[in-house]
């Protein structure tokens, strides 16, 4: 019996371990509470916040339902003014990329989003973080989401936190 049970434990105690990891490293930030929308993101025009404010986006499983680009805007505030931040899913690449001077904020591929790592937008404390992956960039002068965002031939999931 006793056999048994230590065998039982070097089996799961390292799939605990590997759980508990991931469940820190996708924390939630400090000052969020449960999500405030979660749901699949299938052409859909989505208000996530009542007003604008600082938050943290989670996408996962992101996919176009056509050959041609799949697009996710997201509206920011940007230099004092609204934006878009738009997301161009494309040939395996995603490409963040701002509407008003036609920038890319930051590019990663398609493979690198998995259930570990989903594709990550904070806006806290002036600065928008975009992660792909395990790769990030920061953008400085972004002080919040303005709440809302347009999907067009995307599939994926979302879930909204306000911080």
């Not at 050959?67 to 161009?88: C, F, H, T, Y």
Request: aromatic share 4%; charged share 20%.
């Amino acid at each position: 019996m006793k056999r048994f049970v230590r065998k039982m434990i070097h089996r799961i105690l390292p799939a605990t371990m590997v759980l508990m990891t991931v469940l820190a490293v996708h924390a939630l930030p400090a000052g969020a509470t449960d999500a405030t929308w979660q749901g699949d993101l299938a052409g859909q025009d989505i208000v996530f916040f009542d007003a604008a404010g600082e938050g943290k986006l989670l996408l996962r499983d992101l996919g176009g339902t056509l050959p041609a680009a799949a697009i996710i805007a997201i509206g920011v505030v940007r230099n004092d003014e609204e934006d878009q931040l738009q997301l161009v899913i494309h040939e395996g690449l995603i490409e963040a990329r701002w509407l008003s001077d036609d920038t890319v904020a930051a590019v990663g591929k398609q493979s690198d989003i998995n259930c570990c790592h989903p594709l990550e937008i904070t806006v806290r404390e002036g600065q928008l973080v975009i992660g792909i992956g395990e790769n990030q960039q920061v953008v400085q002068r972004v002080s919040g989401f303005t709440g809302s965002l347009s999907s067009r031939s995307v599939t994926g999931s979302l879930s909204a936190y306000k911080i």
